[in-house]
């Protein structure tokens, strides 16, 4: 039990109204969106209402604190603390009647998304997206409540249409290729299974936004809660450590408004595709090769992996092959620069166990299509094909567990 005094905000203070709506109240989200939108220059004007998705467990210790919490921004040479005003709501997923509800508000204008490529069905848990909403698709065709995050989504969308709220914008932010147009494509299937006369009004009220999302955010562990009571004075029971490095790329229109992220440091471009090539396959290309080359040669972080010679060649070798076959104008070798030392920061404890899971879909989307581009032009990558056997080896091993806990929704306070 702490002696200092629990982290909250004070009575009668003002909160920013809610505008954006969260699905998945991990770290990530909380690192890097919230952090974009109270870095904006009209960050007064922009709160968030943010819900889990699997368990209440990351929603409590926020809500009893007002949503506030410390973002720990962990340098090479210190740490740096703030607390984030911006989250001004934290609910179980399960809420949907409060989920319902700021839906059909015509002030909320954005609801963002990071739910892992698992929860939008890309992944080992049915054989195609669309075949893992099925489930949810009979749900909502007998007015039963959806539980998948895009059924759920899905739900309150059709809410917000049937009061006439207006136009509103989807940004998923997790790391997948056109995600935009991936979550487009799975509500649209789902209205045409479940209610076809809403799909015209999805396509005309509803953007997609696609986006390429970036900062380093490990799982939360009991230390970092002591650090962050350590720089700030104050008990908090959901903190997050992050890398200084974020960036944030996305495309598409916002019909109702956005915060000025551009201000923070966000990019906005009409193609959001070769950013997201570069960094699935320069960051986390070399993540997962990484996990698998690390974990085979007994480290356990990133940073260990990497003072590794033989895992760092590895990882070189990836990086000058996939250079290869990325435009020359996205300036990949600056991008490498920067990403060396950020994954030399040893202070940043990300655990390889963590990055290891669901591996074999994440070789298929950021090693893999190196891979192939150097067969089609003759060469082999035998370090690529290291990685891949030790990933295999280690998905069969009998010390493969999961890393510790299933999600940063449950967080070491709760
Ligand atoms: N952590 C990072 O460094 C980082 C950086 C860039 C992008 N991202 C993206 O953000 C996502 C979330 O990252 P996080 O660090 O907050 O992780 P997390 O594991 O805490 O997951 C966040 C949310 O996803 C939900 N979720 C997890 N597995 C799910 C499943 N199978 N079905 C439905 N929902 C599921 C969790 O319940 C939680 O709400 C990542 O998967 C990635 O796509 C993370
Ligand atoms: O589960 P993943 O592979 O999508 O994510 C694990 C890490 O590679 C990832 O979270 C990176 O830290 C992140 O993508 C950096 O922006």
């Not at 000025?260 to 193609?271: I, L, M, Q, R, V």
């Not at 094909?385 to 890393?403: C, G, K, L, N, Q």
Request: glycine share 8%; hydrophobic share 45%.
């Amino acid at each position: 039990m702490s002696a200092l005094p629990r982290l909250g905000r004070a009575p009668g203070a003002v909160v920013p109204p809610v505008r954006i709506v969260h699905l998945g109240l991990g770290a990530f989200h909380r690192s890097h969106q919230v952090w974009f939108t109270a870095n904006a220059s009209d960050a007064a004007e922009w709160g968030i209402a943010a819900f889990t998705v699997r368990s209440p467990d990351a929603a409590r210790p926020l809500a009893e604190q007002g949503g506030l919490f410390t973002l720990v921004e962990r340098g090479p040479d210190g740490d740096r603390a703030t607390v984030l005003p911006n989250l001004v709501e934290a609910h179980d997923g399960a809420d949907l009647p409060r989920f319902r509800e700021l839906l059909a508000d015509p002030s909320v204008a954005i609801v963002t998304l990071t739910v892992t490529e698992r929860g939008y069905g890309v992944g080992p848990d049915a054989p195609t997206p669309e075949a893992f909403h099925a489930d949810d698709v009979a749900r909502l065709t007998a007015g039963r409540d959806p539980v998948t995050p895009l059924g759920r989504l899905y739900d309150g969308l059709r809410h917000r249409h049937a009061v006439g709220a207006g136009p509103i914008t989807v940004v998923p932010c997790d790391n997948l290729p056109d995600n935009g147009a991936l979550v487009a494509r799975l509500l649209r299937g789902i209205a045409d299974r479940v209610d076809p006369a809403f799909r015209a009004a999805l396509e005309q009220d509803v953007s997609f936004v696609s986006t390429s999302v970036d900062r380093i955010t490990p799982r939360t562990t009991a230390h970092d809660l002591e650090a962050a009571g350590r720089l700030t004075g104050a008990d908090d029971h959901a903190p997050v450590v992050a890398e200084p490095f974020a960036d944030w790329v996305l495309a598409g229109r916002f019909p109702a408004g956005r915060p000025n992220w551009e201000s923070a440091g966000a990019t906005f471009t009409d193609d959001v595709g070769p950013y997201t090539t570069r960094k699935l396959w320069l960051l986390n290309g070399a993540h997962t090769m990484l996990a698998a080359r690390g974990l085979s040669r007994g480290h356990e972080t990133v940073a260990a992996a990497m003072a590794d010679p033989v895992v760092a060649d590895d990882v070189e070798a990836f990086w000058a092959a996939a250079v290869r076959h990325l435009p020359a104008d996205l300036e990949p070798d600056r991008y490498l620069a920067r990403l060396r030392s950020r994954f030399a920061n040893g202070r940043i404890e990300h655990r390889l166990r963590q990055i290891q899971q669901d591996a074999p879909l994440k070789i298929r989307l950021r090693i893999l299509p190196v891979l192939e581009a150097e067969h089609a032009e003759g060469r082999a990558l035998p370090a690529a094909d290291r990685a891949i056997a030790d990933a295999a080896a280690f998905e069969t091993s009998s010390t493969h567990a999961p890393a510790d806990g299933p999600d940063h929704e449950r967080t070491p306070a709760s």
